[in-house]
């Protein structure tokens, strides 16, 4: 584990250090309930917590609980009085987020691993998770922490890579016009990947071609020596191409390119290089057109770094979602699939896809959410998503909240075969759920994180 100079740190924020100066600085956590207290004595090094305000907690109200757990300094606001003894050092900044994103800044120039950088609108974490798995078969790697990928997730992230690391392979993401640049520039990645584009947080953007652009940071920020990594497949592929400065590794399902898949029955994919006639079997872990197409985009690095396809396929094999990313479960017989982790109209229509080619002894239910943050297109979305599922093999339909009411509506207006039933919460979707399906179904939940469909699955065993 690498340490922090506290000197460096000061330098970097513009700072100050008050009540001492710690030895040195072992990680930067900004959740005092993360704090790991080093166990040596007398204590040399340890955890800096930065204090952070959020829009419902101010982290300035946890520096003492910081403190009793082990923390060996805080980064503070000048203006923000703490309560803790005048033994404990405070590195004091003028404003606590900037100054996370100075101290990542700082680190970053520390790095001697190449850096990957990766943005779209679904996609992320997957593309983010079989990278760096990939990667990890030439040298220790860096990689984002779950899917942190704002100003604070993506700098913590950054913080905890090592100056000898490899490689590191990071997410970034966006809510608001101009997030894209700034993280953009802390980063400095090397080589870029774009997963799929789409209507997500349009609440925020005036159009999908704002969320183009605003996406297309990340081509801009590589040089002429970068490596953008874009799929032929996309609507917006010729704008991403048109921004990416270096050289461009493509990847495709339907046309020619430098890594093309073909689906090669249930699970299975043939990769064909450019030039090559003969393909490569890769199994992978999640049924769907969409799962064979985030593959590629690792596969693609892996082998511009050399890498032979066995390594690769063995790797692509073993890769497994993060929880609420297609989780598979069983209870009872019946399979669940939860990939309620976030939602918007591309993510739901692709997660869809996946469920309907994914082989099943029974039916296939459908247990549906709200999407958020889609502003003027909330209502409209709703419904069209609701109109599409008709095109689905499914035996029936159950939403949750106000929002799924909407999919409902568009479902039945246009004229979806199986029985739909509108809950109010996941309580009574969990009762429903029970009601209605049997040993050998399969059911998809599918909605953003903040409607809370986790709480079906925990709730369903009561009423089975």
Same mark, same amino acid.
């Given at each position: 584990m690498s340490e922090f100079n506290?000197?460096?740190?000061?330098?970097?924020?513009?700072?100050?250090?008050?009540?001492? !100066?710690? #030895?040195?600085?072992?990680?930067i956590v900004h959740d005092s309930r993360s704090i790991q207290p080093r166990t040596d004595q007398p204590v040399r090094s340890g955890d800096l917590y930065v204090a952070l305000r959020g829009d419902r907690h101010d982290g300035h109200a946890f520096v003492q609980e910081a403190m009793r757990r082990g923390a060996v300094a805080a980064l503070v606001e000048r203006m923000s009085p703490v309560d803790v003894s005048d033994e404990f050092p405070l590195l004091c900044v003028d404003h606590a987020r900037r100054a996370l994103m100075d101290l990542a800044r700082g680190h970053r120039k520390r790095l001697r691993g190449k850096l990957i950088g990766i943005t779209g609108s679904v996609g992320k974490t997957s593309v983010k998770e079989m990278t760096a798995d990939v990667l990890t078969r030439l040298g220790r790697t860096a990689r984002s922490l779950g899917n942190w990928n704002n100003d604070?997730?993506?700098? %913590?992230?950054?913080?905890?890579?090592?100056?000898? @690391?490899? +490689?590191?392979v990071f997410e970034i993401g966006m809510n608001h016009p101009g997030e894209m640049a700034p993280l953009c520039d802390v980063l400095k990645p090397s080589w870029g990947i774009m997963t799929p584009v789409g209507s997500v947080h349009a609440e925020f953007f005036p159009s999908v071609q704002a969320i183009v652009r605003e996406k297309a940071e990340l081509l801009k920020s590589l040089n002429e020596h970068g490596v953008a990594v874009l799929c032929k497949d996309d609507p917006w592929y010729d704008d991403f191409r048109n921004e990416a400065h270096g050289r461009v590794v493509t990847v495709s399902l339907r046309s020619e390119a430098d890594y093309r898949g073909e689906p090669d029955g249930p699970g299975r994919m043939q990769v064909y290089e450019r030039g090559e006639r003969d393909g490569h079997v /890769?199994?992978?872990?999640?049924?769907?057109? /969409?799962?064979?197409?985030?593959?590629? *985009?690792?596969?693609? !690095?892996?082998?511009?770094?050399? #890498?032979?396809?066995? @390594? %690769?396929?063995?790797?692509?094999?073993? /890769?497994?979602? %993060?929880?609420m990313r297609w989780t598979r479960m069983e209870t009872d017989g019946r399979?669940?699939?939860?990939? $309620? /982790?976030?939602?918007?109209?591309?993510?739901?229509?692709?997660?869809? @896809?996946? +469920?309907?080619?994914?082989?099943?002894?029974?039916?296939?239910?459908?247990?549906?959410?709200?999407? %958020?943050?889609?502003?003027?297109?909330?209502?409209?979305?709703?419904?069209?998503?609701?109109?599409? #599922?008709? *095109?689905?093999?499914?035996?029936?339909?159950?939403t949750v909240g106000a929002l799924g009411k909407w999919i409902a509506d568009g479902a039945?207006?246009?004229? +979806?075969?199986?029985?739909?039933?509108?809950?109010?919460? $996941? @309580?009574?979707?969990a009762r429903t759920l029970a009601e209605c399906v049997r040993a050998g179904d399969a059911v998809l939940l599918k909605a953003s994180r903040a409607e809370r469909l986790e709480e079906v699955v925990e709730r369903l065993p009561e009423y089975t």
């Open positions: 506290p000197a460096e740190l000061a330098q970097w924020t513009n700072g100050e250090w008050l009540n001492g !100066v710690p #030895l040195a600085i072992s990680r604070i997730g993506l700098p %913590l992230s950054l913080l905890s890579m090592e100056p000898h @690391d490899a +490689f590191g /890769y199994h992978l872990p999640v049924p769907g057109e /969409y799962t064979m197409s985030n593959a590629l *985009r690792a596969i693609a !690095v892996g082998r511009e770094h050399g #890498l032979a396809h066995g @390594d %690769l396929a063995e790797t692509i094999r073993q /890769y497994r979602p %993060l929880p399979i669940l699939i939860n990939d $309620a /982790y976030n939602s918007n109209p591309l993510s739901m229509r692709v997660a869809l @896809d996946a +469920f309907a080619e994914m082989p099943a002894e029974g039916r296939k239910w459908l247990v549906l959410g709200g999407m %958020l943050e889609l502003g003027d297109l909330e209502e409209p979305a709703h419904l069209e998503a609701g109109r599409e #599922l008709v *095109r689905g093999p499914w035996a029936g339909l159950i039945e207006q246009e004229g +979806f075969a199986g029985p739909i039933h509108r809950c109010e919460h $996941a @309580d009574e979707a």
